[in-house]
Nanobody, 114 residues
Framework: QVQFVESGGGLVQPGGSLRLSCAASGSSLTFYTMGWYRQPPGKQRELVAGITSIGDTNYVDSVKGRFTISRDKNTVSLQMNSLKPEDTAVYYC??????????WGQGTQVTVSS
């Protein structure tokens, strides 16, 4: 059974940094796509950053220059710098062979507030 386990969320002040990590288990294959989605309160879930198994990346415009996604096989991380209150959301790890992939983590809360 495939499982995605996230870690690294929390409360941070505006301008601060957080690093999210996600480890996938239960698959002998390397997922083609891995990424991070987020869902702010009362809004739809959106793709924040994605990365393929060959290293191609994409970011939503609002995080370009502030967030960096990286991966090692089926482990993916998201370094978030210069955080803003509008980055507050539940962040979900995702992976599979399409966008979005078939598999989701349980979500981790990121709150940016003074």
């Amino acid at each position: 059974q495939v499982q995605f386990v996230e870690s690294g969320g929390g409360l941070v002040q505006p301008g601060g940094s957080l690093r999210l990590s996600c480890a996938a288990s239960g698959s002998s294959l390397t997922f083609y796509t891995m990424g991070w989605y987020r869902q702010p309160p009362g809004k739809q879930r959106e793709l924040v950053a994605g990365i393929t198994s060959i290293g191609d990346t994409n970011y939503v415009d609002s995080v370009k220059g502030r967030f960096t996604i990286s991966r090692d096989k089926n482990t993916v991380s998201l370094q978030m710098n210069s955080l803003k209150p509008e980055d507050t959301a539940v962040y979900y790890c995702n992976g599979g062979w399409s966008w979005p992939g078939n598999y989701w983590g349980q979500g981790t809360q990121v709150t940016v507030s003074s």
